[in-house]
């Protein structure tokens, strides 16, 4: 039995899809292997697929994006589902109304799944823990806490470029403190094996804690990249940094930035990533974003099938959905094997 009652149901299945550091492997392989399905379907000239035909999906997007929310919305609409984009600016919540009265109204136009943003670390969980039984929360990304679909994406694709990850040296370069992807990529890649897990940054954009993820650090990202299968570029997150981490971001790119000189010392096969937004001359040159070891749009593709995959694994886990599976046969067979045992 899983020891995260939150995100799993009383029967050990996936319901909510919130942060990956207390999931089980198993969880994380059956995702990957139903993304792998759902790419079959993003490449049909009618990409759908009847899975959450008559569910609701709203996104709930607190901060800006534009990879997460609009990949969630294809995901949901090539799932067959409705999709719901509130727009938190002309919402009643500039007027007052709370984060709870906002997600109860949504509950009451009989929303089945929110996709949430929200600055604040533990928002989604505080989500989870007080909508009805019948609703699915998806983490879209939750202050510097956690951005569990990223990081799935991002396994994604280092699987399908890789093969496994038990030889892997996979480098993550740039602001490890202020990122939920970094906190993401890490837990993911230790619960699936990796061999050694690299992060590269000046003090000050490291947590104090940084030893305890279970990952080497190094200062000099030329050290860290020697040998590296896998590295992946952060930007700079000013939004979250109070006062002045590094002297400027010309000092970062002149120190840390991935540039074609400095990306020769990885392994000549090694593939570039990044979560985007990219900050080209800050973090990464614009010759390696664009380059051939480059897969940083993959990823963005890949991203769909991901998010595909993590709703229909989630909403087959529901009360809801529970029910009717005993009530009109086992609906989760439509999803295959995709019902997050874990
Ligand atoms: N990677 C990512 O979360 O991008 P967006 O902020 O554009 O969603």
Same mark, same amino acid.
Request: proline share 3%; with cysteine; aromatic share 4%.
């Given at each position: ?110 929303? %089945?799944? /929110?996709?949430?943003?929200? $600055? ?6 505080? =989500? !989870?823990?007080?909508? @009805? ?116 971001? %010309?000092? /970062?790119?002149?120190?840390? $930035? ?6 020769? =010392? !990885?392994?000549?096969? @090694? ?72």
């Amino acid at each position: 039995m899983s020891s995260d009652p939150l995100q799993y149901n009383a029967e050990g299945k996936l319901r909510h899809f919130l942060s990956l550091d207390t999931l089980q492997r198993d969880t994380l392989i059956n995702i990957l292997d139903t993304a792998e399905n759902f790419t079959s379907v993003n490449d049909k000239a009618i990409k759908k697929a009847p899975l959450l035909r008559g569910k609701t999906v709203a996104n709930i997007f607190f901060e800006n994006s534009t990879r997460t929310r609009t990949t969630f919305e294809l995901a949901a609409k090539r799932l067959s589902a409705d999709v719901l984009n509130v727009n938190l600016v002309t919402s009643s919540t500039t007027k007052g109304e709370s984060l709870l009265d906002t997600l109860r109204n949504l509950e009451a136009m009989q929303c %089945d799944m /929110f996709i949430v943003r929200h $600055g604040d670390s533990g928002a989604a969980h505080f =989500i !989870a823990s007080h909508v @009805a039984d019948h609703i699915s929360v998806i983490n879209g990304g939750d202050g510097q806490h956690s951005h569990p679909t990223q990081g799935m994406l991002d396994m994604f694709t280092i699987r399908r470029c890789k093969g496994s990850f038990d030889n892997l040296v996979v480098v993550i370069i740039g602001d490890i403190l202020h990122s939920r992807v970094a906190r993401s990529d890490i837990a993911a890649l230790r619960i699936l094996g990796t061999r050694e897990i690299r992060v590269a940054a000046p003090r000050t954009l490291l947590p104090a804690d940084v030893e305890s993820l279970g990952v080497s650090v190094f200062h000099r990202v030329e050290d860290a990249l020697d040998g590296a299968d896998v590295v992946i570029g952060l930007r700079l997150q000013n939004e979250r940094m109070q006062g002045a981490t590094i002297p400027s971001s %010309d000092e /970062f790119y002149y120190t840390y $930035g991935l540039t074609p000189e400095r990306l020769r =010392i !990885a392994k000549p096969d @090694a593939i570039v990533m990044h979560p985007g937004p990219t900050n080209r001359g800050v973090e990464i040159e614009a010759g390696v974003a664009d380059g051939q070891q480059s897969v940083i749009l993959h990823q963005v593709t890949y991203g769909i099938a991901v998010r595909m995959a993590v709703m229909a694994i989630t909403m087959s886990n529901t009360t809801d959905a529970t029910n009717r599976q005993t009530e009109s046969g086992d609906a989760a067979a439509t999803v295959g094997n995709q019902t997050g045992n874990p």
